[in-house]
């Protein structure tokens, strides 16, 4: 794959890395940090060289990620088709 995203533990500003960290952990995630995931994953899967089987329902979906549970199911699904941006 060429130009691969990049990794939430290279960011800088400190809020991916909250919000990754939070959502790792278990804790309760607010609507920004839900906001900050979401904005990470959709540069995962619009990413170029991603493509194939579930890629598409994958990018369909991204905006629907609103809680920690569609945030769960989502990954289950990029997982299955290989991306892992975690």
């Known amino acids: 794959m060429s130009a691969a995203p990049g990794y939430w533990m290279h960011e800088t500003s400190g809020a991916l890395r909250h919000a990754i960290v939070a ?22 899967i619009y990413a170029p060289g991603f493509d194939g089987q579930g890629v598409g329902r994958l990018r369909d979906t991204i905006g629907g990620l609103k809680s920690r549970q569609a945030i769960n199911a989502w990954l289950d699904e990029a997982l299955d088709v290989g991306i892992d941006p975690l």
Not at 25 to 43: F, M, S
């Open 23 to 44: 959502y790792l952990k278990g804790e309760p995630l607010n609507d920004e940090q839900i906001g900050v995931i979401r904005h990470y994953l959709a540069q995962w």
